[in-house]
């Protein structure tokens, strides 16, 4: 098993350089570049120059889309508004040679039994404008981690199978919803070979996820001894100081012996 570690967060344009390098200084392999509030990267040529240095470094790029997506609104308006987000994420990530954008995608609202229905016609949709571009870029809904959210293990799988789109297993969402990392229904959910995953310490309640904190080793050994063999992973650390974590978890996958 060969796991690449790295953090949720590239810092600004001016900073990008520096930062790359050092991540990779640091054995970091992947960056996922945060969107989260907007699409800061505006000009095509720093897209392009950014995804240049990371090749350069071997370092694996993905981004997050917005946190303000619902692909499950009863409000039509911000369900296209959610997709326009979204794919405006794939425009700006294909420029950067980005593999994945991973997005949250929606809450159950007052139909839960529907939601499933409506977030997967938008993922559909989403991917035949991808296809239509010619993007290589793909959409990986990601595992959730409070109840009334949608995206528990099997509803997430269920969409990979359904539509052919990627996935990111957030294993700290995954503890923070059912209260335990069970790996052997992870690994029924998700037979694919290559795994994008997210983690980071977290804080918790009966409803789920509250907040995240920084990682401590043993959050580490304990996921890593877990892990399967027989994937490939990619893990980025969303902790509040994500490149300190991501290191973390290189240092402890490395004394394990696991590299």
């Not at 090749?55 to 009863?74: C, K, M, Q, W």
């Not at 995953?197 to 890593?224: A, D, P, Q, T, V």
């Not at 399967?228 to 980025?236: A, N, S």
Request: hydrophobic residues 35%; proline residues 3%.
């Amino acid at each position: 098993m060969k796991i690449k570690f790295g953090p949720a967060g590239l810092g600004g344009v001016k900073e990008a350089e520096e930062n790359l390098e050092a991540f990779y200084r640091a054995g970091l392999r992947v960056c996922e570049i945060a969107f989260t509030y907007s699409v800061y990267i505006k000009e095509e040529g720093d897209a392009v120059w950014i995804g240049a240095k990371a090749r350069e470094l071997g370092i694996e790029l993905t981004v997050h889309a917005p946190y303000f997506v619902n692909l499950n609104s009863d409000d039509a308006e911000k369900r296209e508004a959610s997709k326009k987000r979204i794919l405006e994420c794939c425009r700006v990530g294909e420029l950067m040679g980005a593999t994945l954008v991973v997005f949250h995608p929606g809450f159950y609202g007052k139909d839960r039994e529907g939601a499933y229905d409506r977030i997967k016609e938008g993922i559909v949709e989403m991917m035949e404008v991808i296809e239509k571009k010619g993007w290589g870029i793909k959409l990986a809904p990601e595992t959730m981690g409070k109840v009334n959210v949608f995206g528990n293990v099997e509803e997430i799988s269920k969409l990979v199978e359904d539509t052919g789109c990627g996935f990111c297993i957030d294993f700290s969402h995954i503890l923070a919803r059912d209260k335990e990392i069970d790996m052997e229904r992870i690994e029924r959910a998700f037979p694919w070979k290559e795994w994008h995953c997210h983690f980071s310490g977290i804080e918790y309640g009966e409803k789920g996820e509250k907040h995240h904190k920084m990682s401590e080793k043993e959050n580490w050994r304990e996921l890593l001894k877990k892990l399967p063999e027989d994937r490939e992973i990619t893990i980025v650390c969303e902790d509040p100081d994500p490149p300190a974590g991501a290191v973390l978890g290189l240092e402890t996958y490395e004394e394990m012996g696991k590299s």
